[in-house]
C-alpha cells in the first residue's frame, strides 16, 4: 500500500469520526427541540402561522401540521406532520421520524455536509431507543455501520458499500481497530494495543501480541483473569498467526507466533466453552443426507433445520447453526456448538450415537477431518449430524467446504 492511499484512508477515518463525533450532539439538540415543542402538539392543519400562547411570563408557539415558522423571520423553520418533523439546524433540516408509532424518534436523517441532500441516517431498527444502523455518504460513496452488541456504539463497518464488512471495532470503544483496505476480506491494518493508532504505521512496531508472562525465564504466554482480556489475546495471537502467514514470514516466527495463538485460545475457551448439562437420550430418527458447500471469501452458514445458507450480515448468528470464516490455514475449519463422536460413515450413525450433553455453550472453532462424524447441537436446540466431504482451498485464506448432513427428526 502506497503513503498516498495511506494518507488518504487516514483522512477518511479521521473525517468519519468527526461526523461520528459531532452528530450525536446536533441529534441531542433536534431531540430537545422536538421535545420542547410537542408538548404544545400539532393542532389544526396545512401550513397557516403559528399562534402563541402564553403562560406566565413566557410566551410559546403554537405549532400546527404543516411548515411553521416559529421566530417570525419569514422562514419556515419546523415542519409537524404524523410521524414526522423536519428542524432547521445551521441552514438544513433534521428530519426525525417516528416510523413505527410509538410516540418516540426512531430515524433521523442529517444533511452533515450542507449541500441540501440528506446525506446520513440513524436508524433504531429494533425500536429499543438506541441506534442499530448508520448510513452515511461521504464524497459519493455510502457506507455502512452497525451495532452487533447492543450497547449505542457501531461495531462492524461497510465503508465501501460493496456489502462485505472491512472494519472492526474490536473492544467496542467506538474506534476502528481492524481495516481491510483492499476489501479482500482480511483486516491490513490492526490497532492491537486500541491506543486509537494503526500499529502498522508506528515505528518499531512488534506485530505479535505481547507476551504477557514467563515460565522459568523463558517468555511465555500467561491467561488474565477475566474473560474479556483473555478474548483480547486470542483475536490479537489469531490475527498475527494470519498475518504472517500471508507475508510468508519465516517459519520460527510463525511457529513463535502459533505456540501462542493456542496458548490464548485455550486461555479464551476456558471461560467460554462450559458445556450443557444432560437433559435426557436424545429421540427421534435421522432423516435423509443433504449437502450444503460453504464458501469462506467472506463469512457463510448454514440453517440446518430449512438447509438455507446465508451471509453473517443477513441477521447476525444468532439464527445459524454452523458457520464459517476465512481462516489462513490448510485444513478446512468450521464454527458451531459440535462434538466429535469419531471415525465412522454418516449412514451409519444411530440417533443412539449422538450425546444428550457435553456440547459447549459458547461456539467453538477448529479442524474437521475427514472420515469423523461430528454432532452439532443447533440453535433452536435440535441435533444434526455432519461429516467433511470435499475441501479446497481457495486463496490464501479462502476455503470451499462441502459437508453431508443428517437432521434428528421428530
Given at each position: 500500500?502506497?503513503?498516498?492511499t495511506?494518507?488518504?484512508?487516514?483522512?477518511?477515518?479521521?473525517?468519519?469520526?468527526?461526523?461520528?463525533?459531532?452528530?450525536?450532539?446536533?441529534i441531542?439538540?433536534?431531540?430537545?427541540?422536538k421535545?420542547?415543542?410537542?408538548?404544545?402538539?400539532?393542532?389544526?392543519?396545512?401550513?397557516?402561522?403559528?399562534?402563541t400562547?402564553?403562560?406566565g411570563?413566557?410566551?410559546?408557539?403554537?405549532?400546527?401540521?404543516?411548515?411553521?415558522?416559529?421566530d417570525?423571520?419569514g422562514i419556515?423553520d419546523?415542519?409537524?406532520?404524523?410521524?414526522?418533523?423536519?428542524?432547521?439546524?445551521?441552514?438544513?433540516?433534521?428530519?426525525t421520524?417516528?416510523?413505527n408509532?410509538?410516540?418516540?424518534?426512531?430515524?433521523?436523517?442529517?444533511d452533515?455536509t450542507?449541500d441540501?441532500?440528506?446525506?446520513?441516517?440513524?436508524?433504531?431498527?429494533?425500536?429499543?431507543?438506541?441506534?442499530?444502523?448508520?448510513?452515511?455518504e461521504?464524497n459519493?460513496?455510502?457506507?455502512?455501520?452497525?451495532?452487533?452488541?447492543?450497547?449505542?456504539?457501531?461495531?462492524?463497518?461497510?465503508?465501501?458499500?460493496?456489502g462485505?464488512?472491512?472494519?472492526?471495532?474490536?473492544?467496542?470503544?467506538?474506534?476502528?481497530?481492524?481495516?481491510?483496505?483492499?476489501?479482500?476480506?482480511?483486516?491490513?491494518?490492526h490497532?492491537?494495543?486500541?491506543d486509537?493508532v494503526?500499529?502498522?504505521?508506528?515505528?518499531?512496531?512488534?506485530?505479535?501480541?505481547?507476551?504477557?508472562?514467563?515460565?522459568?525465564?523463558?517468555?511465555?504466554?500467561?491467561?488474565?483473569d477475566?474473560?474479556?482480556?483473555?478474548?483480547?489475546?486470542?483475536?490479537?495471537?489469531?490475527?498475527?498467526?494470519?498475518?504472517?502467514?500471508?507475508?510468508?514470514?519465516?517459519?520460527n516466527e510463525?511457529?513463535?507466533?502459533?505456540?501462542?495463538?493456542?496458548?490464548?485460545?485455550?486461555?479464551?475457551?476456558?471461560?467460554?466453552?462450559?458445556?450443557?448439562?444432560?437433559?435426557?437420550?436424545?429421540?427421534?430418527?435421522?432423516?435423509?443426507?443433504?449437502?450444503?458447500?460453504?464458501?469462506?471469501?467472506?463469512?457463510?452458514?448454514?440453517?440446518?433445520?430449512?438447509?438455507?445458507?446465508?451471509?453473517?450480515?443477513?441477521?447476525?448468528?444468532?439464527?445459524?447453526?454452523?458457520?464459517?470464516?476465512?481462516?489462513?490455514?490448510?485444513?478446512?475449519?468450521?464454527?458451531?456448538?459440535?462434538?466429535?463422536?469419531?471415525?465412522?460413515?454418516?449412514?451409519?450413525?444411530?440417533?443412539?450415537?449422538?450425546?444428550?450433553?457435553?456440547?459447549?455453550?459458547?461456539?467453538?472453532?477448529?479442524?474437521?477431518?475427514?472420515?469423523?462424524?461430528?454432532?452439532?447441537?443447533?440453535?433452536?436446540?435440535?441435533?444434526?449430524?455432519?461429516?467433511l466431504?470435499?475441501?479446497?482451498?481457495?486463496?490464501?485464506?479462502?476455503?470451499?467446504?462441502?459437508?453431508?448432513?443428517?437432521?434428528?427428526?421428530?
Amino acid at each position: 500500500m502506497g503513503k498516498l492511499t495511506a494518507i488518504i484512508l487516514i483522512l477518511l477515518i479521521l473525517a468519519g469520526l468527526y461526523i461520528y463525533r459531532a452528530n450525536p450532539h446536533i441529534i441531542d439538540n433536534v431531540i430537545h427541540i422536538k421535545d420542547n415543542l410537542a408538548g404544545n402538539g400539532p393542532s389544526g392543519g396545512g401550513a397557516s402561522p403559528t399562534s402563541t400562547a402564553t403562560t406566565g411570563t413566557s410566551t410559546q408557539p403554537t405549532l400546527k401540521q404543516g411548515w411553521n415558522d416559529i421566530d417570525g423571520d419569514g422562514i419556515s423553520d419546523v415542519y409537524v406532520g404524523k410521524g414526522l418533523s423536519a428542524v432547521n439546524v445551521n441552514g438544513s433540516y433534521v428530519i426525525t421520524r417516528d416510523r413505527n408509532g410509538d410516540g418516540v424518534v426512531d430515524a433521523i436523517y442529517l444533511d452533515t455536509t450542507g449541500d441540501g441532500n440528506l446525506d446520513t441516517a440513524y436508524l433504531d431498527n429494533d425500536y429499543n431507543g438506541k441506534t442499530d444502523t448508520w448510513v452515511t455518504e461521504l464524497n459519493g460513496v455510502k457506507s455502512y455501520s452497525w451495532d452487533m452488541s447492543g450497547d449505542g456504539i457501531p461495531d462492524v463497518y461497510d465503508t465501501n458499500g460493496d456489502g462485505k464488512a472491512d472494519a472492526w471495532d474490536l473492544n467496542g470503544d467506538g474506534t476502528i481497530d481492524e481495516r481491510d483496505v483492499d476489501y479482500d476480506g482480511n483486516p491490513d491494518l490492526h490497532d492491537y494495543n486500541f491506543d486509537g493508532v494503526f500499529d502498522e504505521f508506528q515505528a518499531n512496531v512488534t506485530i505479535a501480541p505481547p507476551e504477557n508472562g514467563s515460565t522459568s525465564g523463558v517468555a511465555g504466554f500467561v491467561c488474565p483473569d477475566n474473560k474479556e482480556d483473555a478474548y483480547r489475546l486470542y483475536v490479537q495471537a489469531y490475527n498475527n498467526v494470519t498475518q504472517l502467514m500471508a507475508k510468508n514470514q519465516s517459519s520460527n516466527e510463525t511457529v513463535k507466533a502459533y505456540k501462542i495463538y493456542l496458548q490464548a485460545r485455550e486461555c479464551y475457551e476456558s471461560f467460554s466453552t462450559s458445556t450443557t448439562s444432560s437433559s435426557g437420550s436424545v429421540t427421534g430418527k435421522l432423516g435423509p443426507v443433504h449437502r450444503v458447500t460453504l464458501n469462506t471469501d467472506g463469512s457463510m452458514a448454514v440453517k440446518f433445520s430449512t438447509g438455507e445458507v446465508k451471509a453473517s450480515w443477513s441477521n447476525g448468528w444468532e439464527d445459524v447453526d454452523l458457520f464459517a470464516e476465512p481462516w489462513c490455514v490448510d485444513y478446512p475449519a468450521v464454527l458451531g456448538h459440535y462434538v466429535d463422536i469419531g471415525e465412522m460413515g454418516i449412514g451409519d450413525v444411530t440417533v443412539g450415537d449422538i450425546p444428550s450433553s457435553g456440547y459447549p455453550s459458547d461456539e467453538v472453532g477448529g479442524e474437521i477431518k475427514a472420515g469423523h462424524v461430528y454432532v452439532n447441537r443447533n440453535s433452536d436446540g435440535t441435533y444434526t449430524v455432519f461429516t467433511l466431504v470435499d475441501h479446497e482451498k481457495t486463496g490464501d485464506c479462502s476455503h470451499r467446504i462441502t459437508i453431508a448432513y443428517r437432521n434428528v427428526e421428530g
